[in-house]
């Protein structure tokens, strides 16, 4: 079973040009998989590539069930964030009215939406990074319990099994 990932078994599975230079030069002699090694660069590799092109069957499939819980965890996040940041956004428009009167309120506005936006994309960027934590910890399960199964460069992955 391969659980180390290498320049040539991304070459063998079609992956583009500049990922594998990125890789290159991070992994020189390539990188055991393990989930410490996947969720510290869960930012920095394309995980659900990764899936498609290094997973067999099973793999994918237990990959594909850690995707599926981890996007509905950060959809619920998302819808959260963004619900808050309406609410606060009404909040605003109605303070933005009281305060129409007075040459400051443009200036009120403004800083309090940039704030609460601020908060909205920070709270958003978070949620997306416990995402591809979740997702880059997810393949390198998959790959422990399965190994690497190079599908060839112009394989489709099946969207479902």
Do not use: N
Not at 27 to 56: F, K, M, N, S
Not at 81 to 86: G, K, P, S, T, V
Not at 96 to 103: F, Q, V
Not at 135 to 148: H, K
């Amino acid at each position: 079973m391969i659980t180390r990932l290498t320049v040539e078994l991304l070459e063998e599975a079609g992956g583009c040009r500049r990922e594998i230079t990125r890789f290159r030069k991070a992994y020189p002699d390539g990188v055991d998989i393990t989930v410490e090694t996947c969720v510290a660069a869960a930012e920095e590799w394309p995980w659900y590539w990764a899936a498609g092109h290094l997973l067999g069957a099973y793999g994918r499939s237990e990959y594909r069930q850690v995707e599926r819980t981890a996007r509905h965890e950060y959809e619920r996040a998302q819808r959260t964030a963004r619900h808050e940041y309406e609410r606060a956004q009404r909040a605003a428009h109605d303070k933005h009215a009281e305060l129409k009167r007075a040459a400051r309120a443009t200036a009120e506005l403004g800083k309090t939406v940039r704030w609460i936006l601020a908060e909205y994309r920070e709270t958003e960027r978070l949620a997306w990074a416990e995402l591809e934590k979740a997702v880059a910890a997810g393949f390198a399960v998959a790959v422990l319990r399965y190994g690497i199964e190079v599908q060839p460069a112009d394989w489709e992955q099946d969207d479902e099994l």
